[in-house]
């Protein structure tokens, strides 16, 4: 298939600055990425100005943006693997607004804040589905991270169930939620091992409409269980088709593991899912645009499956 792209030359380097075969998140207020250049991104967070590393920005282009120099802070990463903040007037802790969402933030850990903007692009796509399903949707969300996916569904009118390993991530997300309104919402907030959760749920008979998964490359469960992307992930999608309700909505899967490309997750998903339910599978880049050139700012991959009688 021939994909239809724009793109740029910005002091001889050529930039897409659009491709139709990416999701972009665009809805941003408190939000946007200002410029990128020499292996960094330039982040507006609200107020606060942030540098952060991004190994997608591969091009070294002049940075003319002022933000540069009068940054918040700025994740310096080590040649030894790692980094360290450096702080400029940067609260501990701050909060941004998605629309009806609100997520605190704060530095910590290998360069994050506690929020991954460019799923918003997801956001939107299941939480119209939740919107438009005419009947009860159960949702449930592995490795939940600080609740983004969570509160979106959520605020759609989804029942949650949250699961992540670690118990400061779970007690980060109930503290969004809260923020948000959502103190009251029926969320289930689990601390454990997603793939012993999922076991447990088969077991037990529950089922779920909608999955929504994003695993680590990397990461351990409470116990020290391990967790590998490449080794795990098709023999956990295997798994969680056994929750599935008989109708179900969607099934979102999110990668930002190097090498794990968009159709590497659709044809997991084409195989393990059509099969048992019919509907379609798509696949893409997400992004987000960059708002000194319009360009589209790669960060990572989304898989989806859709019930064959919903929109795209």
Same mark, same amino acid.
């Given at each position: ?143 939940? @991270? /600080?609740? *983004?996916?969570?509160? $979106? ?9 949250? !699961?992540?390993?670690?118990? =400061? ?86 990668? @930002? /593991?190097? *090498?794990?490309?968009? $159709? ?9 899912? !059509?099969?048992?339910?019919? =509907? ?33």
């Amino acid at each position: 298939m021939h994909l239809q792209r724009e793109s740029a030359i910005i002091d001889g380097i050529m930039i897409v600055k659009e491709d139709k075969r990416m999701w972009v998140a665009r809805d941003w207020k408190d939000y946007e990425v200002l410029d990128t250049s020499a292996g960094e991104k330039l982040e507006r967070w609200g107020k606060y100005i942030l540098v952060r590393p991004d190994p997608q920005v591969i091009w070294n282009t002049p940075k003319k943006h002022a933000g540069w120099k009068n940054r918040n802070g700025h994740y310096h990463r080590s040649s030894k693997g790692g980094g360290d903040w450096e702080f400029f007037n940067l609260p501990d802790r701050w909060k941004i607004h998605y629309k009806s969402l609100v997520f605190h933030l704060q530095p910590f850990q290998f360069k994050h804040t506690g929020l991954f903007p460019e799923q918003a692009v997801n956001w939107e796509w299941f939480g119209e589905k939740i919107r438009s399903a005419g009947r009860p949707i159960k949702v449930l969300n592995l490795f939940a @991270y /600080t609740g *983004g996916a969570t509160l $979106a569904a959520a605020a759609a009118g989804a029942s949650v169930t949250h !699961v992540d390993a670690s118990k =400061g991530m779970v007690s980060w997300a109930r503290e969004n939620a809260a923020a948000s309104g959502l103190q009251d919402a029926p969320i289930r907030w689990l601390v454990d091992d997603c793939i012993k959760f999922v076991e447990r749920e088969i077991r037990r008979g529950n089922q779920y409409d909608g999955i929504i998964m994003d695993p680590p490359s990397y990461g351990r469960g409470p116990k020290g269980e391990v967790w590998k992307m490449e080794e795990k992930i098709h023999p956990f999608i295997q798994l969680c088709t056994k929750l599935l309700s008989p109708q179900p909505l969607f099934f979102l899967i999110n990668s @930002y /593991t190097t *090498g794990l490309q968009p $159709a590497v997750l659709s044809y997991m998903m084409e195989t393990e899912l !059509v099969p048992k339910f019919g =509907g379609h599978t798509e696949a893409r880049e997400i992004g987000l645009p960059v708002s000194k050139n319009g360009l589209i700012l790669p960060c990572g991959a989304s898989g989806r499956w859709f019930d064959a009688d919903t929109d795209k």
